[in-house]
C-alpha cells in the first residue's frame, strides 16, 4: 500500500511560484479531519468538472490531439468516480478517524492532483493556437505531456483508491 501512496505522492513536483487554489491550500492544513477531506474532495470535483469542460473545448479546436487527450478525460472521469467514493466513505464513517500518516498522503495526493489540474490546464492553453503547425506541434511534444499527465492522473487515482478502501473497512 505504501508503494503506490509514494508514486503518488512524489509522482509529480511540486511547482513553485504557482497560484495557491483551494485544493493546494487546504492540503497545507496541519491535520485533515472528515469534513475538511469532504470539502477537499469537492474543490478537486470541481477542478475536474472544469478540466472535462476545458478538454472538450480543446478537442473541438484541436482534433489531432483528440486520442490522446481522450485518454487524460477518462482518468479524470474515473478521478472523478473515486473522490465520490471517497467522499461518501469519510461521510458514512465520520467517527472512523484515518491515522494521521493516511490523512497526510491524502493530502500529499489531492495536491497532487491539483498541480497536474494545473499542468493540463496550461497544456491545453499552449496548443489552442490555431495554425498548421499547430498539429505538428502536438505530435512532438504535446503528445508526451498529455500521456505523462495521464499516467500521474492514473497513480493518484489509485492510490486513492487504496485511500477509499481504507476509509470503507
Known sequence: MSTILEVAKYGTRPRSGKMLTAVHTMASL???????????????????????RSIKDFVVGCREAHNDIAAVSRELSDLDITLHMLQHGVEASESNQLPENLRQHTRDIMANCNIVLIDLEALLRKYQCPGLGRAAN????????????????????RALGLVVDAVTL
Do not use: Q
Not at 30 to 52: F, K, Q
Not at 142 to 154: D, F, I, N, P, Q
Open 30 to 52: 496541519e491535520t485533515m479531519d472528515p469534513l475538511s477531506i469532504t470539502t477537499t474532495c469537492l474543490a478537486l470535483l470541481s477542478a475536474i468538472s472544469t478540466g472535462i
Open 138 to 157: 502536438w505530435t512532438l511534444s504535446g503528445r508526451k505531456e498529455a500521456e505523462k499527465m495521464r499516467v500521474s492522473l492514473e497513480a493518484h487515482k
